[in-house]
């Protein structure tokens, strides 16, 4: 028989091994139900997850996937560390992306240099104002942010769809769900000639660092903790958690914003009907892949990037269908959250029947 | 390995010549510890055995391996003479076994028959149940209306329903944890006369508890653990409370210093007309609160829990605010009521709760940063809204040192401390920042005797040096050992001040119970003196 024995510390190894250990299980299983479709399950996860790296193309479009997990994530693992459950970043990646984007479209004639920063901050606003809503409802009506989040995140879209097919509609589009491409001036730089790795890469890497040292050395960062940890502690030590719930959710919202801004300004260059292949629900799972922490945030964007390139290419390839991406994502969470348990607890063998007449 | 025996007592009813229940060799390890090791004891039928120990002696993994909570790696358990396994608590029900738990578990808006049928193994008729409680009850002297809603019963009362639903099912032995640390000393004797009555019927009763003069009054033999080991027995009737935690702790006792005449400077925390609706829903309202504590000058406040501690607590903390009234909490003259806690801080007050684990500390958080979250201010471990890595750890070093917190270093969690050693790091924190006022909620709650009288001496040691400091506690003991006046709460209101010295343990007893006018008409009633100053309907 198999038991679980709770451990008197938490282990620290298991708290690094237990992603490696999912993602050893999730590519198992994925082996598993390639074979039961009838691929070969070797060639199949190589070309999932080998393949679409195998050249330094491949490369530059994994980092033009993970830039805006990465930066969503970081914000979102925030509120996650002070039970604040912000499960709308996709409506605030929407937000951001019109907000910044009808900038753009407003001055699309423009030159100026200035232009592409306004955008970024306006994304942020956006962002940050999408995610000002639930904190609004929880703070003051005790709504649960999870779902209002997740709702809002359905009127973002929406919204998009609207202003791209009425409005917002490029008049000289031939009546396409589009607005106009955007100017030279609002698109970002690229930051290697020939890909599509722009400046949001770069501006990832230090949302990074800017969250690690938030995270782990400010006292704002320890505030967080204190809150989520222990929310009785936070109160009596005067650390307010209203404040922690709109601090987390204008910072996630904000970053939210600002990866959606990236999409539009930089892959797409256009405001579209469709802007983001659920980035911001991936990012949940990036957040948690990555332990909450940045730096495990930052590898935990390039596996999930993987998972959306791999996925593309079994399409084309294997002529597998594109559900077999969320498929890939929904496992790894699974694993993940189901390999957390050894945290917390180690497996035992043997029955407790037997243990007890040992005498 | 010493094998206490029930000959101290003239109780072996049974002649059969089996203990109730005997305990040979039990060793139970957990990752890291061997809770018990070796353990062998032996109770008689009709015994009162009393198991002592400090926290982390060992006693509830032992009481867990008897009710079948765990499984003993080595070791047999015996009863009536036959070695048997049990396999879980429903087995031990079967048995015989009755445990009373410290904590209850009690649905507050069910009914008292209800809360028992819950409990009862096979659920039958009602009425049947209802009958057989009436007659329990009336056996033992337990008077509860089995109609009456949870939340309106007192503590003791509560109690009373979990020992209704052990006797309900004919125990043969009777476990209770800690079961006095929420009654008045007049519920106290209650119980022990119920305990007394079922030890007269055969029942054996192993009895927990850390407080020696109880277990003087009630107990025949008693079984010393350490460190997981047997340490020896003795008879508790002819020892005194202090040999028996010499013996508990493997060293001598020193009584607190209290110093010489103790003079007080001005009024440093005053309290006046202070009332505050409870957050909880049956919480305990604070009712025209008002106290005074001078500068060097500790005051004790005594009462049952739920009657308004909590709340007083956090009101004195800073964790519910008063934005309407801010005179009526003054820090050295200055209206705090409206503060929040960490205004309250900086002015030089300092708060030290009842809960360590979640409330005083981040459990899963290291010792240098559990320094860090009441101290970043006072004691300047945060610049430019940074953490200074260094100063941090060093205070948390301090506090370590100072206060011999047993354990790996700053780094430790301090989730892994035990209650004692994180009770001392959590006074040594607001300790060494110097506070003009200290406010204390159950400052030795289930602490070893050791660190128990280490913090009773800091905390005399700071009042020395001009703190006002206030201690709110359920244990009588604490507060004469260490208190200049007491005040008692009850039903969210404030007794009178009263000088330790002119006070006795009865009055406090009294007070405790609601009756607030010692002179006046109100007389308690005979079996029913229950707290909130509540008198059965039944």
Redesign the interface.
Known sequence: MIRL?P????SQAMVYLSPVLAIIMTLVVGGIIFAFMGKNPFDALYTFFILPINNSYGISELLVKATPLVIIAIGLAMGFRANVWNIGAEGQLTMGAIFGGGLALYFYDSTSVFLLPAMMVLGAIGGAFWGAIPALLRTRFNANEILTSLMLTYVATLFLSFLVHGPWRNPEGFNFPESRPFPDAGLLPMIFDGTRVHLGTAIAVFVVLAGW?LLS????G?QL??VG??P??A????F?QKRMVWFTLLLSGGLSGLAGLFEVAGPIGQLQSSISPGYGFTAIIVAFLGRLHPVGILFGGLIMALTYLGGELAQMTLQLPNAVTGLFQGILLFFLLACDVLTKY?VRFGS??A????? | MTSITGDTGAETMTGAGHAQLEVR?VTKA????LANDDISFRIEPGEIHALLGENGAGKSTLVKIIYGVL??????VLWEGKPV?I?SPHDAREMGVGLVFQHFSLFETMTVLENIALAMNDVRDMNVLRKQVVEVEKTYGLPLDPDRHVYTLSVGERQRIEIVRCLLQNPKLLILDEPTSVLTPQEVEKLFETLRRLSAEGCAILYISHKLHEVKALCQTATVLRGGKVVGGCDPREETAKSMAEMMIGQKLTAPDRGGDRTFGDVRLDVSGLSLASEEQFGTDLKDVNLTVRGGEILGVAGVAGNGQNELFQAL???TEQFGAPDTIKIDGTSVAHF????R?RLGAA?V?E?RN????????SLS?NG???A?RRMAL?AN???REVPTRSFADNIIKTFDVRTTGSGA?A??LSGGNLQKFIVGREILQDPGVLVISQPTWGVDAGAASAIHQALLDLAAKGTAVLVISQDLDEIFAICDSVVVMAEGKLSKPRPMADVTIEEIGLLMGGLHDLDGTATPANDTLTTGGRVDQA
């Open positions: 024995e451990r008197r510390q938490h040292l050395k400010s006292v704002i320890f903790r204190v940890k222990a009785q502690a109160r009596h030590v005067g307010r180690r407790i029947a243990k007890g007449r040992t005498a | 060799g957990f990752p890291g510890c499984q003993a790696d080595e070791g047999d396994t396999q903390a800073g964790e929040g806690p960490r205004r801080r708060f709760p809960e979640g409330h005083g500390a981040v459990p899963d958080m940063e860090f979250l009441t970043f945060a809204g940074l953490i969690e989730g892994s």
